[in-house]
Nanobody, 114 residues
Framework: EVQLVESGGGSVQPGESLRLSCAASRFTVDTYDMSWVRQAPGKGLEWISLISSGGDSRWYADSVKGRFTISKDKVKNILYLQMNSLKPEDTAMYYC???????WGQGTQVTVSS
């Protein structure tokens, strides 16, 4: 069974950084496009970043461009999201998504507050 397990969330102050990880099993992250999606309290889903299967193409939502970086480790089979200069509006549940035949992880909570 395909599984995606996110980790790395937590509570931080504005301006701090976090790195989210998404460990994949039963498939390899270099054979599918992979995304990070978030959902803030009381709001809908927001796709914030995507990396192509080969890793040569990346897309970011305007809300995170210049602050977040998506990457993947093909050896460890892990997807990452490096989040810098965090803002209170980044507070959300963050999900790792395999595109194509879609699978979602269970999510990891990020809270940014002073």
């Amino acid at each position: 069974e395909v599984q995606l397990v996110e980790s790395g969330g937590g509570s931080v102050q504005p301006g701090e950084s976090l790195r989210l990880s998404c460990a994949a099993s039963r498939f390899t992250v270099d054979t599918y496009d992979m995304s990070w999606v978030r959902q803030a309290p009381g709001k809908g889903l927001e796709w914030i970043s995507l990396i192509s299967s080969g890793g040569d193409s990346r897309w970011y939502a305007d809300s995170v461009k210049g602050r977040f970086t998506i990457s993947k480790d093909k050896v460890k089979n892990i997807l990452y999201l490096q989040m810098n200069s965090l803002k209170p509006e980044d507070t959300a549940m963050y999900y790792c998504v395999r595109e194509g035949v879609t699978y979602w992880g269970q999510g990891t909570q990020v809270t940014v507050s002073s």
